[in-house]
């Protein structure tokens, strides 16, 4: 890994420009190099904005092969499904050429959906596959994608997808592992929220021992931090103004 960076907004506009532009350098890079660009997408709350902001952008979606980098063992339709959330913000605010997005099938018994994706990575993006980008979340422990402190994903070795049990949360998890997230030649943290910034600072220690702090991309690791320091300050003066009316 040769950059790690950490770049900090204090409104979202902004944090959603930045992605754009860095989306499109990258991308256009990918496409010219090898054909296509290929990324691992972030589920959760975060990214929403970002994917709705990029269905509006003009881009090589014909060039452009997306999968998930983790999901929930529930039905695609769940509400808690990586894939809805992906669907709802970015699929369907879309209008144009159709997307290449591979999910987890998670309608299979989990070992066959982790056995399936696995089959659909090689199948996509050559054996061994590697991505041009991994978007990733940022939990208050330390993880990342669905690799948790102290579950048995860390230590896969081998396996580019598998089944995670996370015993804290009581819950099955599906994620991709270590071995191709760090071929990736560039992964971006997109992290909001005043309540993340004690983990993000840990994190500017190289050699921190969370779960992301071992996500090592073959070129850059980048960390887009959204602090929305500007909103809590708004909705402060607005509190303010309301007790100047009581």
């Known amino acids: 890994m040769k950059n790690v960076a950490f770049f900090e907004y204090d409104n979202e506009p902004a944090w959603i420009d ?26 959760g709350s975060t990214p929403k904005s970002f994917y709705q902001a990029l269905a509006k952008e003009e881009w090589n979606w014909e060039a452009t092969r997306l999968f998930i980098g983790d999901e929930r063992y529930v039905p695609a339709d769940d509400s808690q499904s990586n894939f809805l959330m992906i669907k709802q913000n970015l699929l369907d605010v879309f209008n144009g050429a159709p997307f290449s997005i591979y999910r987890w099938r998670t309608e299979l018994r989990p070992e066959a959906a982790a056995e399936e994706y696995e089959m659909q990575l090689k199948r ?21 994608a669905s690799l948790f402190p102290g579950s048995s994903a860390l230590r896969e070795a081998g396996r580019l997808a ?13 994620t991709l592992t270590y071995p191709i997230l760090n071929t990736a030649r560039e992964a971006w943290f997109l992290i909001r929220g005043e309540e993340k910034r004690k983990i993000l600072d840990e994190l500017r220690d190289l050699e921190a021992s969370y779960p992301a702090a071992r996500i090592r991309p073959q070129n850059s690791k980048y960390y887009y931090f959204l602090s929305e320091k500007q909103k809590e300050k ?6 303010r103004l309301g007790d100047k009316k009581t």
């Not at 754009?20 to 691992?40: D, E, H, M, S, Y």
């Open 124 to 144: 996509n993006l050559g054996d061994p596959p590697s991505f041009d980008l991994v978007l990733l979340g940022l939990g208050s422990d330390g993880h990342t």
């Open 234 to 239: 708004s909705q402060t003066n607005e509190e």
């Open 18 to 43: 930045n992605l754009l532009k860095a989306w499109k350098r990258l991308g256009n890079i990918a496409i010219q190099n090898r054909g296509f660009f290929a990324v691992a997408l972030a589920g």
């Open 162 to 174: 598998v089944v995670n049990e996370v015993k804290d949360l009581d819950t099955l998890r599906l």
